[in-house]
Nanobody, 126 residues
């Protein structure tokens, strides 16, 4: 079993920055990818960014590309999502997720992910 715990959400003004963290524990093995998703009120959950743990390969949704950076800390089993130039439309609950067995590519479909965190709220005021 794998546990994911997110932190770092909060209220920020438009144009500001936030860094989300997701700490993984349990039987992850070494072959997996971690992703960030978000869900705004009344909308479906959408892919934001992902990283292959072993290689460090990354992927971003067009909506955050150029404004966000995903990274990992192997020693802490933690993935980070730094978001800059935040916009009101970035307001959502952000979830991290883990896709076991993923070695080369990063899935954007939430159906591919095996474990999920509880989510952290990000609110961007205009």
């Amino acid at each position: 079993q794998v546990q994911l715990v997110e932190s770092g959400g909060g209220l920020v003004q438009a144009g500001g920055s936030l860094t989300l963290s997701c700490a993984a524990s349990g039987r992850t093995g070494s072959a997996y990818a971690m992703g960030w998703f978000r869900q705004a009120p009344g909308k479906e959950r959408e892919f934001v960014s992902g990283i292959v743990w072993r290689s460090g390969s990354t992927r971003y949704a067009d909506s955050v590309k150029g404004r966000s950076t995903i990274s990992r800390d192997n020693a802490k089993n933690t993935v980070y999502l730094q978001m800059n130039s935040l916009k009101p439309e970035d307001t959502a609950v952000y979830y991290c997720a883990l896709d076991l067995g993923r070695m080369f590519t990063i899935a954007s479909s939430e159906r591919e992910y095996d474990f999920w965190g509880q989510g952290t709220q990000v609110t961007v005021s205009s």
